[in-house]
Structures are given as C-alpha cells and as structure tokens.
C-alpha cells in the first residue's frame, strides 16, 4: 500500500468540464456562456473549474460573494467575475479595485458600493439584479423604481457603471411551465424600465442550467448554467442532455476481512450476515460527506462489480459485502463510491434515494476528503 496517496478522495476531470462547457454553448447559440463557480465550483474546485471553462469558450464566471470573485483574481483570471449576494456591509473596495462586477439588489446595496468607489478612486461595475417571482435575491417591484432613480443618478456622476441586468428563475426545471414565460415577460418589463429613464445595460441574462438546455427563448445576451457545468442534469428525468460527470467520489480499501454466518456488522447489528462471507471495510463515513441515512442502501463500485453496502455509515467507515470475493479484492484496492465511470453509481442515484436534488449530493464531500483534478484541461 502507497501511504502517499490519500485514503478518500474526489477526483475532478476537467476534460468533463470543457466537455459539459461546449454542450451549453452550443445549446447557447450566439449567446455567451458565464459559468457559475460559486460554492468553490461547487464543490469543484473554483479556479481549476474556471480557468478550465474559459479555456473551453466560457465568457465569464459568476459567483455569489466578494470574497470568492477576489480569490479568482488572485488566481490569476482576467475574465469578467459578477458576484451577487453580498450584505449591504460588505466591503466591496476589493471588488471595484479588481474590476469585479457586483450584482445589486437595492438601494442600500447600490449606495454601499457608491462609497467604495468613491474611497478607491474607481467607477466600480454593476448588475442590476431584479425579482421577477423567485421572491428571493433581486429588487422588488416595491424598489425597483426608487432603485432605478438612485442608479440614473450615479451612473451620471461616473461613480458606478451599469454593466447588465439579471434575473433568476423559480421553474425552469419545469420548462414549459407558464411561470418561465411570466418572468421573461416581467424581466423584459424592468429593462425597458430602465432604458426609460436612459439606462442600458450591455447585456442581459436570466438562463440558468435548465433554461439554457430546454429555452432557447431564454438566452437572450448570455446564459448562466451551474450545475450543468458539472456533468448533472437539471431535470433527471428529461435525461442527461449529453453532459458527463465531472466528480468521482472513491476510497481506497483498508482492511478485506471473513465474517462468519449469523454475524452482525457495524453498530446495532442491523445487517446479519446469513452465510459466510468476505466484507471490505471503507475508510469513508458521515464525517466526509456519506450520509447516514443511506446505510443498507446504497453500493460502490468495487473489483468491477457493484457492491452493497450492509450495515449503518459510521463516522468514518462504512462495510460493503464482497460475497465469496471471487475477484480477490484486496487492501489498497479503489472502491468508486460514485462518478460517471461506467457501472458506478451516479450522484443521482443518491439524489434519489435521500430525497434530495444531484446539486447537494457533489456538495457532501467534506473533511478528510482531499480533491485532486485530472485530465488534459488541468493545463489550461
């Protein structure tokens, strides 16, 4: 056994991502592709995603704080960043004096990045984000006008310079739901409200992953997929669109040992082995990302075959049953917990068993976990 390799581990391929890049701009049109890599790329890694999607044809990348857009500048990437959830107390001085494009929601937002620009001596770069019925982030119809009047008024003064206007989507993983088409026509009511009062952005943009891959209505100047990016669908049951995987979450085996009929595994015996069999102990549990309500129910991908695993997740280990090992699995040996190698479970297959969405299951990987990016794009 290599002790110099790590015992658990996510391998991220960002030949996937380039991949995955090149459906949505293709999906995009003449539209341009911001990548979303929020969240560290979601759980991706953020510089690596990003410089490997710009390299791909990606235009831009957005994130939600000033922190992760100033991160992408100190890594060395010149493309335009939007990041756009920020409390009105944030200091937002390092984001105008980076050239980062900063998403607001209402006058108090737009006010606190007036008086950055104002201390750095910089126009600083808005996007004006608008609620069009998500009723989450952006301003709302209350505000809007108040907030057009405040931005008219310091885009005159040279202090801030309005870039794009932007919205979100409550339903777009139910493409034809009358709902997307209530927000395009609400979204394309507030830009002509601004243009009345003679502000133009240069570009506009609502899309996310599953507008961008079902409503090509909804491009408009450019889309912002982010779970697509990484390989996972949006909408499961519409099918995989093309995209590939991009995280393989896998453990190396530490201990193949016999477990004798009539014997209970891990914590509360819960699992009775009902013949002798042959066990492989996986040095993952709960503390790194493997949920404990999935015990007894799902497998890995383990000496080419799936393998269940029996008894509860622990802290940091959990068993799967190897039956005979008749493929003579060893101590060492690599279990793909799941990835989109073919035969390994997908992060959908947990999505659904847990009740949850793709999007939280490449989120779970945490602690010990060390990632590490493989492919011809980690030159880019």
């Known amino acids: 056994m290599n002790t110099l390799e790590p015992q658990v581990e996510t391998l991220v391929d960002l ?76 200091d937002f001085a390092p984001a105008v004096a980076a050239d980062i494009e900063i998403g607001v929601s209402s006058v108090a937002h737009l006010d606190a990045v007036a008086a950055a ?21 952006g301003a709302s119809a209350a505000e809007f006008p ?5 931005l008219r008024e310091l885009v005159d003064e040279h202090t801030v310079r ?15 739901h009358p709902a997307n088409d209530m927000q395009r026509e609400r ?8 243009k009345d009062q003679g502000l133009q952005p240069e570009l506009v943009h609502i899309a996310n992953s599953a507008a961008a891959l079902t409503r090509p209505d909804l491009a408009f100047d450019m889309v912002r997929p982010g779970i697509a990016i990484y390989g996972l669908s949006p909408i499961p049951e519409l099918g995989d669109f093309g995209l590939r995987p991009a995280m393989t979450l896998a453990a190396r085996v530490v201990l ?43 497998d890995v991908l383990l000496g080419g075959k799936r393998r269940p695993n029996i008894g509860r997740v622990c802290m940091d280990q959990f068993l799967v049953d190897l039956g005979d090992n008749a493929e003579g699995v060893r101590e060492g040996d690599t279990a793909i917990i799941f990835g989109g190698a073919p035969g390994a479970p997908h992060p959908q297959e947990w999505a659904d068993l847990l009740g949850t969405i793709n999007y939280e299951v490449v989120c779970s990987p945490r602690g010990r976990v060390v990632r590490r990016h493989i492919g011809k794009a980690t030159h880019a």
């Open 15 to 90: 030949d996937a991502i380039a991949h995955n890049v090149r459906i949505l701009a293709e999906r995009a049109g003449d539209a341009a592709v911001m990548v979303v890599v929020k969240a560290d790329g979601y759980n991706h890694g953020a510089v690596e995603v990003g410089k490997a999607a710009l390299a791909a044809g990606a235009r831009e990348l957005g994130v939600t704080t000033v922190e992760e857009a100033v991160a992408l500048r100190a890594a060395g990437i010149t493309a335009p960043i939007l990041c756009w959830l920020n409390t009105s107390d944030t």
């Open 117 to 137: 620009a104002r201390r750095t001596g910089k126009t600083a770069i808005v996007s004006l984000k608008v609620d069009t019925g998500l009723n989450r982030n």
């Open 146 to 150: 108040a907030l057009l009047r405040r």
């Open 162 to 176: 309005l870039r794009a206007m932007f919205s979100h989507l409550a339903l777009a993983d139910s493409p034809q």
């Open 187 to 194: 979204f394309l009511d507030c830009i002509a409200a601004a």
């Open 256 to 298: 193949v040992k016999e477990v004798a009929a009539g014997e209970g595994v891990s914590y509360g015996h819960e699992w009775i082995a009902d013949r002798d069999t042959t066990v492989a102990l996986i040095p993952a549990g709960y503390a790194d990302g493997i949920w404990r309500p999935l015990s007894g129910r799902f």
